[in-house]
């Protein structure tokens, strides 16, 4: 959902930091975000392959 909600702002971040931070977005709050979904995501899967 909130990939969904803030897919523009991603996308411009993800491509173009430098430009995405002149342009007043809060890039450190975007890196600690994306970093922090992976992070789950990867928590995720080594909890279900535990049980295979």
Known sequence: MVVWLFYKEQLFYTFDPVDAQ????LVRRYYLGIVAAIS?????NLQTWAFC
Request: no cysteine; glycine share 12%.
């Open 40 to 44: 789950l995501t990867v928590v995720a």
């Open 22 to 25: 002149a342009a007043g977005m």
